[in-house]
T-cell receptor, first 113, second 110 residues
Framework: EPEVTQTPSHQVTQMGQEVILRCVPISNHLYFYWYRQILGQKVEFLVSFYNNEISEKSEIFDDQFSVERPDGSNFTLKIRSTKLEDSAMYFC???????????FGPGTRLTVL | GNSVTQMEGPVTLSEEAFLTINCTYTATGYPSLFWYVQYPGEGLQLLLKATKADDKGSNKGFEATYRKETTSFHLEKGSVQVSDSAVYFCASQGAQKLVFGQGTRLTINP
């Protein structure tokens, strides 16, 4: 059964460093998402992406964040200059159309020291 | 904007007990509703869904009915097992993003 994959599973970085989180969505899906979950808190929407552009973003998704689909299979989230409060689990999700269920990857745990 | 409210946790039950986790939503229009489950150390898995009023989603003995009148989507299971221990998230979906509730941690004791 096709699934969303994410790498790495755990990323540790120093404050101020850039990180890139990678996701491979399900191959025939067209809509892509990033969510994050700070430890013990709810899952929060960051951004949605369709047709090679951002379709919606939350207040969390400020100028430090960017997304890209560089090669038609990967979907990346970049944080330019990480802050301590960026420490969280980041989930990628994809769906075939925007009203259908979203399929989630296993997540990348980002720890900013 | 849309929002989802779940009952406060954590919830601790004995095996074979009846489970209810309450979920209510506010939304413009008629969102699809979902329950996701997160087992320890894992990601989010879809448990069940309902896309319109009066639909009942069901999976693995869990059920939830989309109630437009009460804007609710309560999760129920008649007889829980130790393996059901996890965090459960209610979520609504409009045109794009999922909006999640705060999650309810469920622990089932043998």
């Amino acid at each position: 059964e096709p699934e969303v994959t994410q790498t790495p599973s755990h990323q540790v970085t120093q404050m101020g460093q850039e990180v890139i989180l990678r996701c491979v969505p399900i191959s025939n899906h067209l809509y892509f998402y990033w969510y994050r979950q700070i430890l013990g808190q709810k899952v929060e929407f960051l951004v949605s992406f369709y047709n090679n552009e951002i379709s919606e973003k939350s207040e969390i998704f400020d100028d430090q964040f960017s997304v890209e689909r560089p090669d038609g299979s990967n979907f990346t989230l970049k944080i330019r200059s990480t802050k301590l409060e960026d420490s969280a689990m980041y989930f990628c999700a994809s769906t075939v159309d925007s009203y259908n269920e979203q399929f989630f990857g296993p997540g990348t745990r980002l720890t900013v020291l | 904007g849309n929002s989802v409210t779940q009952m406060e946790g954590p919830v601790t039950l004995s095996e074979e007990a009846f489970l209810t986790i309450n979920c209510t939503y506010t939304a413009t229009g008629y969102p699809s509703l979902f329950w996701y489950v997160q087992y320890p150390g894992e990601g989010l898995q879809l448990l069940l869904k309902a896309t319109k009023a009066d639909d009942k989603g069901s999976n693995k003995g869990f059920e939830a009915t989309y109630r437009k009148e009460t804007t609710s989507f309560h999760l129920e299971k008649g007889s829980v097992q130790v393996s059901d221990s996890a965090v459960y998230f209610c979520a609504s979906q409009g045109a794009q993003k999922l909006v999640f509730g705060q999650g309810t941690r469920l622990t089932i004791n043998p």
